[in-house]
């Protein structure tokens, strides 16, 4: 079944642009998703990309979908304190996979 | 107000007893979602649903079931053959257009 790898941690210093990286098995995903998780909160849907698209762009948001390797990144432009989160990458056919979530810490 | 909505936000259980966390979309989606969180983890599957009266089970549904009768409807049961229920419990619901989003999750707690 479909695998989602992600790295644990990334920190970054504020205003600098962060980084986060995702890679996937199962070629089959038809939306690539990205969401944001705080504290003790539900998770909330940052932005997605349809599968036949290469780059998807949202304010300070920035997706690129490599699908020869499988590999999903989300950039932050300009990272502020309130960016502090764990950031889940996922993939969808039928079922939602998700990866294990990256920390993100902002370093003043 | 469109949404999904999980009810209770804390629930506490005694240890043999059967609890139903609700999840309500009023968004007109036809897939619906349950995961289980554990501290510092990912999202595990437990059931998910593709349409009305119709259901499957994911990576993790030992212990749990489920219910779809209606669209806007999809109540997870934890029952007392799920040897650790202790966890936080999201609900998602998705769109053919792409979109997927959650509720703001039911923290189960066992004591």
């Known amino acids: 079944g479909e695998d989602v790898e992600q790295s644990l941690f990334l920190s970054v210093r504020e205003g600098d642009s962060s980084v986060i990286n995702c890679t996937y098995t199962?070629?089959?995903?038809?939306?690539l998703y990205w969401y944001k998780q705080e504290p003790g909160a539900g998770l909330q849907l940052l932005t997605y990309?349809?599968?036949?698209?290469d780059m998807k762009q949202d304010q300070r948001l920035t997706v690129l979908l490599n699908k020869k390797d499988k590999h999903l990144s989300l950039r932050i432009a300009d990272t502020q304190t309130g960016d502090s989160a764990i950031y889940f990458c996922?993939?969808?056919?039928?079922?939602?996979?998700f990866g294990k979530g990256t920390r993100l810490h902002i370093l003043p | 107000d469109g949404g999904i909505t999980q009810s209770p936000k804390y629930l506490f259980r005694k240890e043999g007893q059967n609890v139903t966390l609700s999840c309500e979309q009023n968004?007109?989606?036809?897939?619906m979602y349950w995961y289980r969180q554990d501290p510092g983890q990912g999202l595990r599957l437990i059931y998910y649903?593709?349409?009305?009266?119709?259901?499957q089970k994911g990576d993790i549904a030992e212990g749990y079931s489920v219910s779809r009768e209606k669209k806007e409807s999809f109540p997870l049961t934890v029952t007392s053959a799920q040897k650790n229920p202790t966890a936080f419990y999201l609900c998602?619901?998705?769109?053919?257009?792409?979109?997927?989003?959650f509720g703001q999750g039911t923290r189960l707690t066992v004591v």
């Open positions: 996922a993939g969808r056919d039928d079922k939602i996979i």
């Open positions: 199962d070629s089959s995903s038809t939306y």
């Open positions: 990309i349809f599968s036949n698209m």
């Open positions: 968004l007109n989606h036809d897939a």
């Open positions: 649903s593709q349409i009305v009266n119709d259901f």
């Open positions: 998602a619901s998705a769109d053919t257009t792409g979109g997927a989003f």
